[in-house]
Structure formats: structure tokens, C-alpha cells
């Protein structure tokens, strides 16, 4: 494992170093350096501090543990790989991810998951422990978003707007997500057995990850959001 | 060169700002060091900073903060000046030689109070006849420019990058109660001495990372009521707005707010509480010019606090942190932890909700 002190040092230089390492990094220090392990395939990188936008944009296969808060758009069109956040995640995080996985210990700012997508076995995934911001899931293609909204106490768990042009993919939503608009374009309700094994596999992943009791977390209903139809814009400007 | 068009610029800008509760004195060193982390969201093309409570042997009289092109651009203007202020000081803006900023106009500095005799024959009270003389000097005469027009606090802008531009004042020697601060990244307009943020008036100061859509509509309501946009970009609309919300109608800040970034009719139509939806509908309905739409995070400064907000979509970032007395507000949580380290409570306000900060009542007064 090598050892990176990242203070004062320039995202190029904390890049290249990345880069050039070879094995695993452990980078201390940081503090808004971006495009952190950008497009990187190997190693495993663990970030004390807080690490710039960009966080692993493009990755491929390379793995993010981060011990802080994130800013925005972490994982950023990623393909392959993990990034898991002991903390909470920022605006736009998995911006058009079409693969890998990213898992938020607290929670998620505005447009998580806008425009996630995916591809045979490519199936991104996210899954967020607090609450998430608004325009969750905008225009999600494709892949899995999960929001736990534990510790939010009988607060909504997901802001205005949720699944704005949602075309494809699915959300489980922690709760019977009350109070909670969602356009006619998606489908809202309860998980039924069939998609209960796919769900509980994240929910324990989750949970084993951020030392958290699975069961407890797993005993509450739960709603499960898809597209309301398999071209639900058919005709918004024109027929197509 | 290539201009914007055929170019594509990333819009950036980066903000960042800092207050004391308790009204406690702030070197300008912190705000400078929030800038560093947030370097790549500048390209060197104008930063600025703005500190309240750091004139308090001056604070009953007001802090013209002026450029000027040449000399004799400054003697016409304190001509000008002396006929309707009485100047209790007058001097040259410290500032730092470095090579990262050049070109520097003639930076100086006012402390004045309106002539009584003057005031009573204009029949206006002392902030609009200070405003009004402002507006005048930027429309009016050309090569001079006053950037800064409060009592007890002053803006420091140049181009440059914002960590460069806090070296080049030696905001270290100066302390207050509140910084903001300021990386900008033009997009649209040109970058310019008068164009870097903060934009002020009065003891109102603004800075702005994001781009207003509605800017002519802001404008052209805005000229009618004697404001005048000189500086060749969209922030300082937003300065007047607020002067004029505030200031002139009598709004409160939270007010102001549910103005500029109003909230969407069909939110207004799912609001539960009826006299918040009726003054959400009125407030839309009769200020519907000064609705500043497209992507913006601002940090507005006053006398004793800070307003931070974002647009209602939220399309950029700002998080807040506090640690004892002091509360942070940056577009990137670095920002904040190379202000404070060990900052604690760290939230992202949502979209078009206000976050205010003030000084805490008794503190303030004795500043």
C-alpha cells in the first residue's frame, strides 16, 4: 500500500502519482483536488479528506473508499467498479453511470442518478442511506437507485421532482413514500416478493458495509418505481 | 483571439464566505486561504472579496472604494465629491506589487459623510442620496468607477485569481465580523477590473457563481427605478434587485428570496399553509420582473449577516458548515474545511431556500 500526502499538491500531480503507483494507494490529506482515479481500471484507493468534483469520472474497474463527505458529481459517467462514501455524496452523484457501483453511508445532494443508464449485463447501481435531493433518477435509463432515508425520521426522504423523465431502470424508495408527487410517466408502489430478493441483496450489502442491522432496516415497506409504460414520452412533442 | 462561440468555457466560479455569531473579528487571511482549493474553478479573469466590520475607527461614515483611469479622472471626481460630501479621509488602497497582478488602475479610497445642506435641498434621505450619487459616477464619468459604498466594511476586486487578488490588497491586515469571496470564470462578458465580484451598494454586496437567463427582464424592470447596469455583466442586476426589495419596498430578506428564486406555480399549489401560498402567489405575481431564472448560487452581504442562495433548481453547488461561533458557506466543502478543519454540521441548503446568518443581537451593537 502506498502512502500519498496529498496537501498542497495539484489534481495533476495527485493523478499522475495515482497513476503511476501500481498497487494500492492510500491518499491522505485531500482537500477539493478533482478527477480523482478518473477512467483508472486498477487498484484500490482509500481518500482521507475531501476529494474534489469528478471523483472517479469514467472509472473502470478501480475501487473508491472514501472516509469524508464527497462534492459533486462522483462517478461521473463511470463504467466499472465501486465507490463507497463514509459520508454523504453531492450534487449529481453517478451522472450518467452506466455501470459499477457507488453505496453513500448518509446522504445524497440534487440529480443523484440523473440519467443512469445501462446495458445487457451492464447494470449500474446506487444505493444512498439518508436522503436524497431533488430531480432524483432525472431521466434514468436504466440501472438501480435505492434510497434508505434512514435517520430522517418521518421526514420525506427524497426532495421535489423525483423521476423526471424517467424512461427505464428502477428505484426502491425506503417507506410507502407518502406526500410524494411523482410524474404519471413512472409507476409507484409497493415491492412485491418478486423484486424483494433483488432489493434485501442490496439492502444487506449496504448495511454490512456502513455496520448497520440489516433486519431492522429491512422491516419497513418499501416502493418500488419504474417507467409507467416502455415509451412513456410517446407523444410530449411528437410522436416518436 | 477566439470569442465566445466559436470557444467553449465551462462556466465555473467559485464563492466561499465566512461570519462570526458573536460578531468576533475574522482576518481577510481565511477567506483568501478558501479560495486556494477551489483555484480550477477561476481562470484568472477577476476575483474580489468583501468584508463587513473592518472600518470600525470610520463606521459612521461611508467607504467609497473608487478606480480610476488617470489622475485627472480622480481630481474631477473629488471636486465632484467635495460639493456634496464632507471627505473625513482620503487615500491611496494598500496594496501589494506581484507579478500576478498587473495593470492595476489608480485604487483609492473615501471616507465620507453627505453634507446636510445638500440632503435637505435634495429632499432625500442619506442612503438614496449615497446611491444615486454612485449611479451617478458610473454613468456619468467616465474612467471612474466606485466599487465598494458602505459604512464599517469595503470590497477588494481585481483581476486576477482570488487568492492572488487577496495578496495583492494584504487582506491579512484587514479583521471583520463577515468575509465573502470570489473566483470568477467569465462566461459571457468580458473580464475587467469593475467586472470582478463582489457587485455592491450601500452595505449590500453580492457574489455570484452561475449565469442569469433572465437578465434583460431583470434589467430593464430594474433601470425604472433609477438603477443603471454599467458594469458589462449580469451579477450587479441582482445587487440593485436586492437594494431595491430591501432597501426601497421594505421586504424582508427571506422575502427577497421567495422573489428571485420563487417558488414553481405547481409548488406554490401543493404548499399546505394557505397564507404562505398567498403570499408566495403575491409576491410571484407583483415582482414577477425581478424572478432571476438559470443556474446561480449567490452569497448576499449586509450590515451584520449573510444570506446564502441558490436558484430553485439548484443547478449549482453550496454547502454550509458551522464550528462554535462561525458559519461557513462555500461552493465546495474544501473550501470550508481549509477555512476550518474540524467544521461540523455540514448541509447542502436545497434549492431557493434562504440560508440567513446574523450577527447575534448585543454583539452587533458593540462592533
Aim: proline content about 4%; charged content about 25%.
Amino acid at each position: 500500500m502506498k502512502q500519498i500526502d496529498a496537501k498542497d499538491m495539484d489534481f495533476e500531480t495527485l493523478n499522475r502519482k495515482l497513476r503511476e503507483s501500481g498497487e494500492d494507494c492510500a491518499v491522505t490529506g485531500c482537500c477539493g483536488q478533482r478527477f480523482i482515479a478518473a477512467g483508472m481500471s486498477k487498484i484500490h484507493i482509500t481518500i482521507d479528506g475531501i476529494p474534489g468534483n469528478a471523483l472517479g469520472a469514467y472509472l473502470n474497474g478501480a475501487s473508491i473508499t472514501v472516509r469524508a463527505n464527497t462534492q459533486d458529481a462522483v462517478g461521473d459517467t463511470m463504467n466499472a467498479g465501486e465507490i463507497i462514501v463514509y459520508g454523504s455524496i453531492g450534487d449529481a452523484a453517478g451522472y450518467a453511470m452506466r455501470g459499477g457501483r457507488i453505496f453513500v453511508r448518509d446522504s445524497a445532494g440534487y440529480r443523484a442518478g440523473i440519467h443512469m443508464k445501462a446495458y445487457h449485463e451492464k447494470v449500474p447501481l446506487m444505493v444512498i442511506g439518508g436522503s436524497a435531493g431533488s430531480f432524483l433518477g432525472e431521466y434514468q435509463a436504466g440501472g438501480v437507485i435505492v434510497v434508505l432515508g434512514l435517520g430522517e425520521k418521518g421526514r420525506r426522504i427524497i426532495g421535489n421532482f423525483p423521476c423526471t423523465g424517467m424512461h427505464g431502470g428502477k428505484m426502491f424508495l425506503r417507506g410507502d413514500c407518502q406526500g410524494i408527487h411523482f410524474p404519471r410517466e413512472v409507476t409507484a408502489k409497493p415491492v412485491e416478493a418478486s423484486a424483494r430478493a433483488e432489493l434485501e441483496g442490496y439492502v444487506r450489502e449496504y448495511c454490512a458495509l456502513f455496520d448497520r442491522d440489516a433486519e431492522a432496516v429491512l422491516d419497513s415497506p418499501f416502493t418500488l418505481v419504474t417507467p409507467a409504460s416502455r415509451n412513456p414520452y410517446q407523444q410530449m412533442y411528437v410522436a416518436n | 483571439m477566439k470569442m465566445e462561440g466559436q470557444v467553449r468555457i465551462p462556466s465555473g466560479c467559485a464563492i466561499a464566505a465566512v461570519i462570526s455569531r458573536k460578531g468576533r473579528n475574522i482576518s481577510g487571511e481565511v477567506i483568501t486561504g478558501a479560495m486556494r482549493p477551489m483555484h480550477d474553478r477561476s481562470n484568472g479573469l477577476g476575483g474580489g472579496f468583501a468584508g463587513y466590520g473592518i472600518y470600525p475607527a470610520y463606521k459612521d461614515f461611508y467607504a467609497l472604494h473608487m478606480f480610476f483611469d488617470e489622475r485627472a479622472t480622480r481630481k474631477n471626481c473629488e471636486t465632484f465629491l467635495k460639493e456634496r460630501f464632507e471627505i473625513v479621509k482620503s487615500e491611496i488602497i494598500p496594496t501589494r506589487k506581484i507579478p500576478e497582478i498587473t495593470d492595476e488602475p489608480i485604487i483609492w479610497r473615501y471616507f465620507v459623510a453627505p453634507l446636510q445642506s445638500v440632503l435637505a435641498a435634495a429632499q432625500l434621505d442619506e442612503k438614496e442620496f449615497v446611491a444615486r450619487t454612485v449611479m451617478r459616477i458610473n454613468t456619468e464619468m467616465p474612467g471612474a468607477y466606485v466599487f465598494s459604498s458602505g459604512k464599517n466594511m469595503g470590497t477588494f476586486k481585481a483581476v486576477g485569481f482570488p487568492e492572488d487578488v487577496g495578496a495583492f490588497y494584504r487582506l491579512e491586515e484587514y479583521e471583520g465580523y463577515s468575509w465573502t469571496g470570489h473566483g470568477r470564470y467569465p462566461t459571457n462578458t468580458p473580464g475587467w477590473w469593475g467586472g470582478a465580484h463582489p457587485f455592491t451598494l450601500l452595505d449590500f454586496s453580492i457574489v455570484h457563481n452561475g449565469e442569469i437567463s433572465s437578465y434583460d427582464a431583470n434589467r430593464r424592470f430594474i433601470e425604472m427605478f433609477g438603477y443603471r447596469c454599467t458594469l458589462q455583466t449580469d451579477t450587479e442586476v441582482i445587487t440593485y434587485i436586492m437594494d431595491y426589495l430591501i432597501r426601497v419596498q421594505g421586504l424582508t430578506r427571506r422575502e427577497a428570496a421567495s422573489v428571485i428564486a420563487a417558488p414553481f406555480w405547481s409548488t406554490i399549489e401543493r404548499e399546505t399553509d394557505p397564507e404562505k401560498r398567498q403570499k408566495y402567489m403575491y409576491l410571484r405575481t407583483l415582482f414577477s420582473g425581478l424572478l432571476i431564472t438559470g443556474p446561480f448560487s449567490i452569497v448576499f452581504g449586509f450590515s451584520g449577516g449573510l444570506m446564502a442562495l441558490n436558484d430553485r433548481l439548484k443547478l449549482r453547488s453550496m454547502v454550509v458548515g458551522e464550528k462554535d461561533d462561525k458559519v461557513y458557506i462555500s461552493s465546495e466543502e474544501a473550501a470550508i474545511r481549509a477555512m476550518e478543519p474540524q467544521a461540523e454540521n455540514i448541509w447542502a441548503p436545497a434549492g431557493g431556500e434562504p440560508v440567513i446568518v446574523q450577527v447575534e443581537e448585543g454583539a452587533y451593537e458593540c462592533l
